[in-house]
């Protein structure tokens, strides 16, 4: 069965680097998606993204983080300083469609950042 | 703004005892729902969802889940739990937004399940 796959499983980093956070979303699908959950609390929406643009982003995304597909396979978030408060398990996600009736979102493993 | 209650942290079980987690959802208009479960190092898989129709539906791994618009509620239940259901349980209220969807999802309840 097809499967969202993401790496690494876990990145360590500290105050202020850049990381970034790659996704290989599955083949046939279109639209991507990111999401975090910070220990102890909910999973919630990051952003979401569709041919080559972003389609919404919640407030936590603010202009430390960006997201690209750099190429056919690949969906990365960037996070350019990353804070304290950016640890974090960060899950990708794809649908095949648009609407939720049409296609649901399938997630990854996630890959839990530690900044420190 | 939509939000969803799940109002236990963690739950044990003996093995073979019925489950049913408890899931409370605040949506405007009829919500589309679903159950992912986390098991330890895997990523969040969809147990079952709930857009129309019957509001009863039927999940993977003998899960099932009943909407009902009163109580704004979609319980998720088990006759008969097994040791491998061990996981951590996610409900969803997912929206249509634009070329996209979200979801929004609640705190998650553990299941421990003793043998």
């Known amino acids: 069965e097809p499967e969202v796959t993401q790496t690494p499983s876990h990145q360590v980093t500290q105050m202020g680097q850049e990381v970034i956070l790659r996704c290989v979303p599955i083949s046939n699908h279109l639209y991507f998606y990111w999401y975090r959950q910070i220990l102890g609390q909910k999973v919630e929406f990051l952003v979401s993204f569709y041919n080559n643009e972003i389609s919404e982003k919640s407030e936590i995304f603010d202009d430390q983080f960006s997201v690209e597909r750099p190429d056919g396979s690949n969906f990365t978030l960037k996070i350019r300083s990353t804070k304290l408060e950016d640890s974090a398990m960060y899950f990708c996600a794809s649908s095949e469609a648009s609407r939720l009736a049409r296609g649901e979102q399938y997630f990854g493993p996630g890959t839990r950042l530690t900044v420190t | 703004a939509q939000s969803v209650t799940q109002p236990d942290i963690h739950i044990t079980v003996s093995e073979g005892a019925s489950l049913e987690l408890r899931c409370n959802y605040s949506?405007?208009?009829?919500?589309?729902l679903f159950w992912y479960v986390q098991s330890p190092g895997q990523g969040l898989q969809l147990l079952l969802k709930?857009?129309?129709?019957?509001?009863l539906v039927q999940g993977i791994k003998g899960f099932e889940a009943e909407f009902k618009r009163s109580q704004s509620s979609f319980n998720l239940r088990k006759p008969s739990v097994h040791w491998s259901d061990a996981a951590e349980y996610f409900c969803a209220v997912g929206q249509n937004t634009g070329t996209a969807s979200k979801l929004t999802f609640g705190t998650g309840t553990r299941l421990q399940v003793t043998l």
């Open positions: 949506y405007g208009a009829t919500p589309y």
């Open positions: 709930y857009f129309s129709g019957d509001t």
